[in-house]
Nanobody, 133 residues
Framework: QGRLVESGGGSVQPGGSLKLSCALS??????????IGWFRQAPGKEREAVACISTADDSSHYADSVKDRFTITRGHPANTMSLQIDNLIPEDSALYYCAADRGLATLARCLAGAFAAQDFGSWGQGTQVTVSS
């Protein structure tokens, strides 16, 4: 089982950008998982699905609330997955998590835009994003 570690969070002003990274360590690689997802959770709210990507062909899906502002990509080095966040708004403030799953059902739900936290079996500890002026 691999270990996921997020980084890149911080405090930014509205309109700013951040690039979050998710590093996979251990005796596994991204190809051991079918889908990688990014989620966020603000205080007092449920964990929200933000974006997901297929490890097979990099097909991706985004929540409507972040579409055109968030981009999920494979990172460099190869064991990282990135989430580029542009034009940040205060509502983006949350703890951001990356997650991975080995199930084809999760991949199908990812690509259909119907993925949720309970679909993913491996999680990182999160990285905080705070947007304020």
């Amino acid at each position: 089982q691999g270990r996921l570690v997020e980084s890149g969070g911080g405090s930014v002003q509205p309109g700013g950008s951040l690039k979050l990274s998710c590093a996979l360590s251990g005796p596994t690689g991204w190809n051991d998982y079918y889908a990688i997802g990014w989620f966020r959770q603000a205080p007092g709210k449920e964990r929200e699905a933000v974006a997901c990507i297929s490890t097979a062909d990099d097909s991706s899906h985004y929540a409507d609330s972040v579409k055109d502002r968030f981009t999920i990509t494979r990172g460099h080095p190869a064991n990282t997955m990135s989430l580029q966040i542009d034009n940040l708004i205060p509502e983006d403030s949350a703890l951001y998590y990356c997650a991975a799953d080995r199930g084809l059902a999760t991949l199908a739900r990812c690509l259909a835009g119907a993925f949720a936290a309970q679909d993913f079996g491996s999680w990182g500890q999160g990285t905080q994003v705070t947007v304020s002026s």
